[in-house]
Structures are given as structure tokens and as C-alpha cells.
């Protein structure tokens, strides 16, 4: 049951991220206006980079205690339920490649792919994570 509710939760942020993708217009039509738009989603962008290469760092913490603590986690220790951690890796490098825009009003298409890319990505990254602790909680706990 509660890999329905990660990949619903999934794709529930996926669509609602993708229904709120930033117009080019969002704050107005000059150049100043679609400036400020554009240094909007680059910080955008940093933060969630930022954030997914703390998750890759999560992930390394969490297989370095697995790996020099094996007897007590051995239930887990298979495919089964490492698959989330893999596709947090995963999404979590995806997000920290960089992948230039451009500079100037005429990139910011290219700009607001990039965006939705490193959104998609660090909610992938949280969910898959979250769900994989769980999942190994759940199961070390004996339930």
C-alpha cells in the first residue's frame, strides 16, 4: 500500500509542478519585470541543486552506516528495498547536472526547462528517500 501512496504523491507533485510552471509573464512584461523572473528561477534552481547534492550526501551517510554496520541490517540489504535509495541517486544527480540556459530574455524558455527539471527532480529525491526509510524502518522494526 504505501508504494501506491509514494508513487501517487509522486505523480500528484509532478502534475500540479508541471500545471504551475512559470509563465514568462508571471511579473510582468518588461524587461525589468522579466528579469526579475528569470534571477527568480535561477535561485530557484541553485536551491534545489543545493538541496539534492545534500540528499546524495544523506544517502552516502546512510550507506556508510549500512556497510560498516551489516549484521543488523541485513533484512534490507537486497534489491527489494534499496531500489528507492537508487532512484533518489539517481534523481538527486540528474538535478546537480548543470545544464546551461543561456543569459538574456530570449533563453528563458530554455531557462524555465531547466527549472522544471530540478523541480521534478528534488521531489523525486524527497519522496523516494522518505519512502525508502521507511520502508526500512518498517521492516528492521519486524513488521
Request: charged share 15%; proline share 4%; hydrophobic share 50%.
Amino acid at each position: 500500500m504505501a508504494i501506491y501512496l509514494t508513487v501517487g504523491v509522486a505523480l500528484f507533485c509532478a502534475i500540479w509542478t508541471c500545471c504551475h510552471l512559470p509563465r514568462a509573464d508571471a511579473l510582468g512584461t518588461n524587461d525589468e519585470e522579466r528579469a526579475k523572473l528569470r534571477e527568480f528561477l535561477v535561485l530557484d534552481i541553485r536551491a534545489n541543486s543545493q538541496y539534492s547534492a545534500w540528499y546524495v550526501t544523506l544517502i552516502g551517510v546512510i550507506g556508510t552506516i549500512v556497510a560498516s554496520n551489516q549484521a543488523p541490517f541485513k533484512p534490507v540489504l537486497n534489491a527489494e528495498h534499496l531500489w528507492p535509495f537508487g532512484v533518489s541517486f539517481l534523481a538527486a544527480s540528474l538535478a546537480t547536472l548543470f545544464f546551461p540556459a543561456g543569459y538574456g530574455t530570449r533563453f528563458l524558455p530554455n531557462l524555465r526547462w531547466v527549472w522544471l527539471r530540478s523541480v521534478l527532480c528534488e521531489q523525486l529525491v524527497v519522496i523516494f528517500t522518505a519512502y525508502g526509510i521507511w520502508d526500512m524502518f518498517r521492516v528492521l522494526a519486524g513488521q
